[in-house]
């Protein structure tokens, strides 16, 4: 692609300034706080606004709380039937959009995730209630598959309207016995993002799920796995690695859920938390309430992949582990360092810049580290300030209006099942030895000196961003997609993956590098100029044979 | 199987919708204002119904589409979202100067009784609607009808900005309905070839549609410009295709501004071609020219060709109510039988020109509206087809009782060429005969005892 144009040197207040400068004063001085330029500052690191509104009218690429909930934490899960109390449009757009893929293996042998439930609410239901239909709509599920969990879910229009739905689940629950009903208050005006239902849907699978199950689990090696949703496939891929290390993954919250392993998580000895946002809560409340410690890991990127596995050994100590996962590492690295070998050519020195979600903005840098891509601005959709500079800002996080409304579930160590899988001196010794627990750099250590952080960035700023800066990449979601397109960068949706993965551990690594040395090295972007417009003027006659 | 759950046997519900043949107004009403020239969308609500109709679009076009929210949080959810509009409407007129606004309403700002003129005025006596902008809203609570009645409301909203002029402008209204881009595309032309002076609205085509060339236009430049709308205030008459569709604008113009209406089907198939072709060339008063007495030709020629392949195939249908008129008008008419019809778009009256259109099959057929795909399916089970015709996620049904699948409607996320090549007119009906035939005939094929297979067919 004709890139002379692109040796322009920017500076990055200029970028800063000039992505500030239409906007209304009001706007402006909102944005330019969530606008930060990564750089040594005197005695402090820079700061940055997030989890705040979205500017009303400003194009947002962020969801609600209901996509949070329903879309991203529950929808991976099989074996449950999920409900959606509200008029249509919710229930529908959530059905089968996401790439979260699922085996459908479970001891019930269901897989209800290719069905969209509602209970299509009607303008009688809004004037005289809804808890009657949704009551209703419980028994037909119920009637009709049997299932062993039915989750509702509500929309906006419920909670105006005052449906009691915990009162509904709970009365149903009762009457069936055998089949647990429980609601999640997911209307999308709470919070001000996706992140707000991801927090809602983990509390209550946590209140309602976690600790029921009658199986015992004696596997070696047992963790649960956090935040890992199975786009394209990766949780399939980490699984893979795990076995083969002989580590048993217990649970994954939550792709390719099953009831039966959302009960069974208080029995792992560790878990291992990959997307920080959507989940880490729930790391803390597993280790109050049964005595799990929990480690950050991150399976993408092979490099990542390895140094998370030798992580989880280290925490066994057990030198059996310690010598399979190196095992593990020596097979499978080869491919990999060769995948590499053969892309690093046509992708080194390219560059990138990512806008999604609340942990892959972080992650994915990796991968791109791995070809040689430099990431020159990125950000997150919905993550919160302990994201980006890390959780020892946790302690000073204003708790504003929009985040109290989310409920925030206290929980005691269990009479029964509390039991530290490590004395406070094992604890004492695997930190020194390099194991941090509870531990969360964030985002901004991970990017260079001078790069921009940018959190929740909209339509507007992404053209100009690409426009100012030309990226060799873009990436975030689908809706952003054909906007960057259109102007002649590839765009990579890092959410969904538009098609393809997985990602995560060491295939997928190989598949990344091919899929991105197949994206910026495309023969189609220099189709856009056809002949006559390169050349517009009639310098040369027409040369007959 | 992925629909394993599916039993045969079908119970009443009267609560639960499952996989629906619907989804909610505020998308109708987004697709239909992308149809205005610089206009960009608006919707007035929480910004997670914004982001999942600008999703569903996009994966159905793969073009970028622009639409804005209010953003509502929990306390614009209380006391009301006026605030929010306001400072909407100022932030989009700033940031990205549109000339239109088109504001449609969502179940949240419905539920609370948010009153769009009202809070437009607030906003023009504030000075935030800068001199030559327009806004205009449309109320689209989804609680009631579907999809269809969103898109209906917008267009309606569009005519309600008519001005009835002086005089005349010797032009006929044309009211398409909610069809593709290309669609938009050919009854154009078709107007075109007729000699019929049409003022088409809304108009999607070189807006969802576009080319790759390096440069990003927010506001592409198709579409229908305002001035355009108003101007169908002078009117000779409207020609507004589909009842569900397009019938409320067209009837509005005529009682505020005397444009006397017709509402007809929509062009699929050779009969309702042959019904817009003659009634565009009546009004306008015109000869039809032998270019589409050919397409026509063409049309029919295809069915007596391959009409053997046809004659008494067993098709189930699901879609939106006009469109599914005029494609079971279709199928009759080559002598198909559509068996299992449904729509999610509630209306008896459905049922009722289903029932017309099928009365001469010597069969009952199974018609629904208000029904969903669970249903659809299940009657397939009861009564198995040679085909299935409608949107993508017909796929999983298809795959289960392994059918022939022709991808037809809204959505389409897996398949490209819809937004490229029409479906309507005779040139549509070439090309839906081609689909059909196309997975008929690779069935066949795939199906045929090597002793049967045959190379020419
Ligand atoms: S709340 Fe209403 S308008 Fe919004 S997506 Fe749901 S059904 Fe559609
Ligand atoms: S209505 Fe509410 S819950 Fe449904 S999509 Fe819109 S914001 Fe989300």
């Given at each position: 692609m004709g890139k002379a144009h692109k040796l322009v040197q920017w500076d990055p207040h200029n970028v800063k300034e000039k992505l500030l400068e239409k906007y209304p004063p009001k706007v402006a001085r909102k944005r330019a706080k969530q606008i930060m330029i990564n750089e040594a500052q005197e005695n402090t690191t820079p700061e940055i606004v997030a989890n705040v509104r979205t500017i009303p009218g400003?194009?947002?690429m962020r969801g609600c709380t209901y996509a949070g909930c329903k879309g991203v934490i529950m929808g991976p899960t099989s074996d449950i039937v999920n409900l959606v109390h509200g008029p249509i449009g919710c229930s529908f757009y959530a059905w089968l959009t996401r790439r979260n893929q699922t085996d459908g293996i479970n001891d019930s042998d269901s897989n209800y995730l290719s069905y969209c439930m509602s209970t299509d609410m009607q303008d009688s239901d809004i004037i005289f209630g809804g808890e009657k239909k949704l009551e209703a709509a419980i028994q037909e599920a119920y009637d009709l598959f049997h299932p062993k969990a039915i989750a509702v879910f509500a929309t906006c229009p419920v909670g105006l309207i005052g449906d009691d739905i915990h009162a509904v689940a709970k009365k149903m629950k009762e009457k069936f016995g055998d089949c647990n009903v429980f609601a999640f208050s997911c209307e999308g005006y709470k919070g001000v993002s996706q992140s707000a239902g991801h927090h809602i849907a983990n509390n209550q699978v946590f209140t309602h799920i976690v600790g029921s199950s009658e199986t015992e689990k004696n596997e070696k090696y047992k963790i649960n796995l956090l935040g890992e949703y199975n786009i394209g496939g990766d949780g399939f891929e980490i699984d893979r690695i795990l076995e083969k290390c002989g580590i048993t993954n217990i649970s994954t919250f939550s792709g390719n859920a099953t009831y039966d392993k959302f009960a069974s998580a208080n029995q792992a000895d560790l878990s291992c938390v990959m997307c920080h946002r959507s989940i880490n809560y729930v790391a803390d409340m597993l280790e109050t309430k049964y005595g799990i410690p929990w480690i950050k890991i991150n399976f993408i990127g092979a490099e990542a992949t390895a140094k998370s596995l030798r992580k989880i050994a280290k925490y066994f100590d057990d030198q059996e582990l310690i010598d399979r996962v190196e095992e593990v590492i020596a097979e499978e690295m080869p491919a990999v360092k060769a995948a590499i070998e053969d892309v690093y050519p046509r992708t080194k020195g390219k560059t990138a810049m990512l806008f999604v979600g609340g942990s892959r903005a972080h992650h994915y840098q990796e991968l791109f580290n791995e070809m040689g891509m430099k990431t020159l601005s990125a950000g997150y959709e919905f993550g919160h300030r302990d994201d980006y500079e890390g959780r020892h800002v946790i302690p000073d996080l204003k708790v504003d209006a929009d985040s109290r409304n989310i409920e925030e579930i206290h929980v005691e160590p269990d009479p029964e099942l509390y039991r530290p899988r490590k004395t406070d001196e094992e604890i004492a010794a695997l930190e020194a030895a390099g194991v941090d627990f509870k531990e969360y750099e964030g985002l901004n250590p991970m990017m260079e000196e001078g790069t921009i952080v940018i959190d929740d960035l909209n339509q507007y700023e992404a053209e100009k961003l690409v426009e100012l800066m030309k990226p060799d990449l873009f990436c975030a979601g689908i809706k952003e997609k054909y906007s960057i397109q259109k102007l002649g960068v590839p765009m990579k949706q890092l959410h969904s993956y538009d098609s393809g993965g997985p990602y995560a551990g060491f295939q997928g690594a190989i598949n990344f590098y091919q899929e991105i040395d197949r994206l910026v090295n495309s023969k189609v972007w220099s189709f856009m100029k056809a002949p006559w417009q390169e050349n517009p003027e009639l310098s040369a006659t027409y040369v007959w044979e | 199987m992925l629909l394993r759950h599916t039993p045969k046997e079908i119970s009443e519900r009267k609560a639960l919708m499952i996989n629906p043949a619907k989804t909610c107004q505020p998308i109708g009403a987004m697709y239909a204002a992308l149809g205005i020239k610089d206009c960009l969308p608006h919707s007035h609500g929480s910004q997670g119904c914004c982001a999942y109709h600008r999703s569903t679009l996009t994966r159905h076009y793969k073009e970028p589409i622009s639409a804005a929210t209010s953003s509502f949080t929990e306390g614009a959810s209380v006391f009301g979202g006026q605030a929010n509009l306001v400072q909407a409407i100022d932030n989009i007129f700033t940031v990205y100067e549109p000339k239109v606004v088109a504001v449609h309403t969502t179940c949240l700002s419905e539920t609370i009784g948010d009153d769009l003129p009202q809070i437009f005025d607030k906003a023009k006596k504030d000075k935030k609607v800068p001199e030559g902008k327009t806004v205009l809203g449309a109320p689209t609570p989804s609680y009631v009808g579907s999809h269809v009645t969103g898109f209906s409301n917008m267009v309606k909203a569009m005519a309600a900005m008519a001005e009835q002029g002086e005089q005349k402008n010797g032009k006929i209204n044309l009211?398409?309905?909610?069809?593709?881009p290309a669609d938009m595309e050919e009854i154009k032309r078709l107007a075109g070839l007729v000699g019929a002076k049409i003022n088409m609205f809304p108009d999607t085509s070189g807006v969802l549609d576009g080319p790759l060339t390096g440069k990003y236009k927010m506001f592409p430049d198709g579409g229908t410009s305002i001035e355009d709308i108003k101007a169908s205030g002078g009117g000779i008459g409207t020609l507004a295709l589909g009842e569900w569709c397009s019938a409320d604008a067209a009837r509005l113009l005529d009682t505020t501004c005397k444009v006397p209406c017709s509402v007809i089907d929509m062009p699929f198939g050779l009969k309702a071609t042959d019904r817009f072709i003659d009634a565009l060339r009546t009004i306008a008063g015109t000869s039809v020219p032998d270019e589409i007495a050919i397409e026509r030709g063409k049309l029919v020629d295809m069915v007596s060709d391959m009409h053997q392949y046809l004659y008494g195939k067993k098709v189930a249908l699901v879609g939106d109510p006009d469109q599914l008129i005029a494609m079971t008008e279709f199928l009759v008419s080559i002598d198909m039988s559509p068996v299992h019809i449904v729509t999610?778009?509630?209306?008896?009256k459905f049922e009722k020109r289903i029932k017309e259109i099928t009365a001469d099959m010597g069969r009952e057929v199974n018609v629904k509206a208000a029904g969903d795909m669970f249903l659809l399916h299940q009657w397939i089970k009861n009564e198995p087809v040679d085909l299935i015709i409608g949107n993508t996620y017909c796929k999983y049904i298809a795959r289960d009782e392994d059918l022939p699948f022709v991808r037809w409607g809204f959505p389409i996320l897996d398949r490209q060429g819809h937004q490229h090549f029409p479906t309507v007119g005779y040139k549509g009906g070439l090309r839906l005969l081609e689909q059909i035939l196309g997975v008929l005939l690779d069935r066949k094929d795939r199906d045929d005892p090597e002793e049967k297979f045959e190379l020419v067919l």
């Open positions: 400003i194009i947002t | 009211i398409p309905g909610w069809v593709e999610g778009t509630p209306g008896k």
